[in-house]
């Protein structure tokens, strides 16, 4: 009978195959684009976007995260994401969170961490500098004068915006279905010309950050992805690692800063 395989040596393999793959490439032009979704931030007690009863800690998503519910419910919607931000302070970065920091800061090139998270756990696990592509829990925006706010408290139809004075024009920072996502130029010049792409913890099922694996591999990058289960993306990967990042990464981290 054979054994499972162990995620970490499997993780550790893959840093082996990427650092043969990137021998022929000058050091500093080893640039690195990680993508992450929320399963990198399920070890540190953050629901997945889709719990296995197809609901976002027991919303349905159509409820909580479009403009559409915002202008019907604005109170349930802040109330979903007031209970976000106080569970984010209750919460700290996993081992997975840490091992992208140390990459990002022990690589000789550039590595660009696009994430699809609206928590701050990449910051508070040490990561230099983080895109964070579909917003922030901590983090408002005044809809009327477009001014961001960074906030750790509730917020309600009646708090008024501390700028303005006014009530009724905070929400959260945060992009919806159907909104288009921030930090555009910084993606597209982060993907320019990797050399290696790796993607942690997401689906591949939101659009466009799906699409991210295939265009880093069209422009020569070798991909990995870590993720617990096979997803919607997986085939366009050169090498898939299963398990859990909190263990895949830390193992595939050690292995690549050693072996290149
Ligand atoms: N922490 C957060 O900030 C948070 C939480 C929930 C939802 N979201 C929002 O969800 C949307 C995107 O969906 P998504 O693709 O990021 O998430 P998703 O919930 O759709 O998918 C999560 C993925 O992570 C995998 N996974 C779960 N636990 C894992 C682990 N320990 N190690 C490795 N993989 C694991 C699952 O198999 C799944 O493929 C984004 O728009 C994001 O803003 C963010």
Do not use: K
């Not at 479009?66 to 209750?90: I, M, S």
């Not at 993907?191 to 699409?211: H, I, K, N, S, Y």
């Amino acid at each position: 009978m054979n054994a499972a395989p162990d995620p970490g040596a499997a993780a550790a393999a893959a840093a082996g195959w990427c650092a043969a793959r990137l021998a022929g490439i000058p050091a500093a032009e080893r640039t690195i684009v990680i993508l992450t979704g929320a399963g990198i931030s399920a070890e540190s007690g953050l629901a997945t976007f889709r719990g296995p009863d197809g609901l976002w800690e027991g919303h349905r998503v159509e409820d909580v995260a479009t403009p559409e519910a915002f202008a019907r419910q604005p109170e349930l919607v802040h109330r979903f994401y007031n209970e976000r931000r106080r569970r984010l302070q209750r919460v700290q970065p996993n081992a997975g969170h840490v091992a992208l920091a140390r990459l990002a800061r022990g690589w000789p090139a550039p590595v660009h961490l696009i994430t699809q998270n609206v928590d701050d756990l990449h910051e508070r696990g040490g990561a230099p500098s983080v895109i964070h592509m579909h917003g922030q829990l901590t983090q408002l925006r005044n809809r009327v004068t477009g001014e961001i706010l960074e906030w750790s408290g509730d917020c309600w139809e009646s708090t008024p915006c501390p700028r303005s004075g006014a009530t009724g024009q905070l929400r959260p920072h945060i992009v919806w279905f159907g909104e288009a996502i921030l930090e555009t130029e910084a993606i597209d010049a982060a993907l320019e010309r990797p050399a290696l792409f790796l993607c942690a913890g997401t689906a591949g099922a939101v659009w466009p950050a799906a699409g991210f694996a295939g265009l880093a591999r069209e422009r020569g990058a070798a991909a990995i992805e870590f993720n617990l289960e096979p997803t919607q993306i997986s085939d366009r990967f050169h090498r898939v690692v299963r398990g859990a990042a909190g263990e895949t990464l830390p193992a595939f981290v050690d292995a690549l800063l050693d072996g290149v």
